[in-house]
């Protein structure tokens, strides 16, 4: 059964930093890019940032650059989202999705509030 269950979400000041992470299991992991989406109320999902399957490509949303940094873990089947000097605009719920080929996989989402 594939899983992708994000925590590390949760409520922080305007400045401060979360680091969310994402645990895959079901399936292989080192096989498949890992992003990170971010959907906040009333707003279409939109991509923060992905991370290729060989590790040597990234692309972050214009938004995120300079604070977001995404890295995974292969051999704790894990990705990570770094975020530093967090604004309120960053709030919203941040999604984890597996994609390869032929197939794409979600995970149930944490909640990221920034208060001002």
């Known amino acids: 059964q594939v899983q992708l269950v994000e925590s590390g979400g949760g409520l922080v000041q305007a400045g401060g930093s979360l680091r969310l992470s994402c645990a895959a299991s079901g399936f292989t992991f080192s096989s498949y890019a890992m992003s990170w989406y971010r959907q906040a109320p009333g707003k279409e999902r939109e991509l923060v940032a992905g991370?290729?399957?060989?590790?040597?490509?990234?692309n972050y949303a214009d938004s995120v650059k300079g604070r977001f940094t995404i890295f995974r873990n292969n051999a704790k089947n894990t990705v990570y989202l770094q975020m530093n000097s967090l604004k309120p605009e960053d709030t919203a719920v941040y999604f984890c999705?597996?994609?390869?080929?032929?197939?794409?996989?979600w995970g149930q989402g944490t909640q990221v509030t920034v208060s001002s």
């Open positions: 999705k597996a994609t390869s080929l032929y197939d794409n996989y």
């Open positions: 991370k290729y399957k060989y590790g040597g490509s990234t």
